[in-house]
């Protein structure tokens, strides 16, 4: 089943809105196939592996990270296609939360004979299919806010100078979680001020660029700005038509939401994501942006860039919305984890919910 896990993260940020998942096809204590789920729409992990042995794998176990679904979708169902190569046994790692499946996979496989095993590794397995998990359940991607930051928690200098605050390794670690996003979002502020690209660049070229999305409740940001065509720009419904015309010129998306004194409500864009089959987004900040995802408690992970310097008073800080008055309520992370990045300390951690 490690295998399997290891498999399905091959295919990170290529499959929605669907999950990753690893098949390993075994015999008698021999690995026979082995697949991986690697775009919406194509082979499921159990059909790649067996299609390595002709659709037939007679007395075998079959190890797959998620349950084998059992309808008719973008592809026929997997649980007939093990009946069918004969599989003696079939190791689930965790059931598939999807409502069309929910265990009817399991019982599927049962009824028919074969010995079905679930929850082996479900830690694992639930783990690298957290944002299938959240949309399956709410329909709303998995939210995960990423800055680089001084050690004194600002995002740019006085003035908004932000190049660079953080070394060059985590820039090209920011550029992976860039490649493995559906979307990436910053605030109208970021654009103005920075105007990047928000595209994936990695030494291997081999980067996927996420939806772009601006969040600019006023359509302030310039037509020439680097990130517009092809970018959905988030606005309230009464923002300027001319404006919003300037924009579409530029290949950008306008899309109205509701919201509140020229705000839009981050739930509506949270939903709105959604239905267009995000999975993940990525808020690349700035301060404002970040701190109000965290107050409407709309973040799930933090991962932070920290970088050896000091900016002091008057740099951009990393949440722009006022705090809470007492330490006991401060926002805080759970399952931190910390990995070395040349002199800077990237943070990552589960955004703990005050509810
Ligand atoms: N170090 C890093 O990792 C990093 C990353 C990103 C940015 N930065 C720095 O951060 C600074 C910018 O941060 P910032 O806090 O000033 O601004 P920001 O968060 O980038 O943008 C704030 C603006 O976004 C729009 N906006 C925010 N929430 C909205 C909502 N709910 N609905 C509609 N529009 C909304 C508003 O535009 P309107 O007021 O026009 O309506 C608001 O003024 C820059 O200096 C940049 O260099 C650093």
Redesign the pocket.
């Known amino acids: 089943m490690r295998q399997a896990v290891r498999l399905a993260l091959r295919a990170r940020g290529r499959t929605s809105p669907n999950p990753l998942v690893g098949c390993v096809i075994v015999r008698e204590g021999r690995v026979l196939a082995t697949g991986w789920h690697k775009q919406a729409g194509g082979d499921h992990g159990e059909v790649a592996a067996l299609r390595k042995l002709g659709m037939r794998a007679p007395r075998a176990t079959v190890y797959v990270t998620l349950e084998p679904h059992n309808f008719h979708g973008r592809t026929p169902p997997c649980t007939d296609r093990l009946i069918e190569a004969k599989v003696a046994r079939v190791v689930v790692g965790m059931k598939d939360p999807n409502a069309r499946v929910d265990g009817g996979g399991i019982k599927q496989l049962r009824r028919a004979g074969i010995e079905v095993t679930v929850g082996v590794l479900e830690a694992e397995c639930r783990a690298i299919n957290r944002p299938y998990v959240k949309w399956t359940a709410q329909k709303r991607p998995f939210v995960t806010l ?4 001084t050690l004194d928690g600002r ?2 200098a006085r003035g ?3 190049r660079w ?2 070394g060059e390794l985590s820039r090209i670690e920011a550029h992976r979680m860039r490649d493995v996003a559906d979307a990436i979002l ?6 103005r ?2 105007n990047p690209a928000l595209t994936t660049r990695l030494a291997s070229g081999r980067g996927r660029d996420p939806k772009r999305v601006i ?4 359509l ?1 940001v310039p037509p020439e700005a680097k990130a517009l065509p092809g970018a959905l720009v ?3 419904r009464d923002s300027d038509p001319a404006r919003a015309r300037r924009l579409e010129k530029r290949g950008a998306e306008i899309v109205r939401l509701p ?1 509140r004194r ?5 739930t509506a ?1 949270l939903d709105e994501l959604g239905r267009r089959d995000i999975l993940t987004l990525l808020v ?9 995802f965290l107050a409407a408690g709309l973040a799930d992970e933090l991962a932070l ?1 920290v970088a050896p310097k000091l900016i002091g008073a008057g740099g ?1 800080p990393l949440i ?1 919305v006022e705090g809470p008055a007492k330490m006991a309520d401060a926002w805080r992370l759970s399952a931190v984890s910390t990995k070395r990045l040349g002199d800077d300390i990237l943070v990552v951690g589960d955004v703990l919910r005050s509810d």
């Open positions: 990423k800055a680089a930051v995002l740019a908004g100078d932000a605050v953080s910053v605030g109208a502020n970021t654009v001020l920075d969040l600019d409740g006023r302030t988030i606005t309230t919201g020229g705000q839009v409500d981050l864009l690349e900040g700035g301060g404002q942006v970040h701190g109000e860039f951009v722009g």
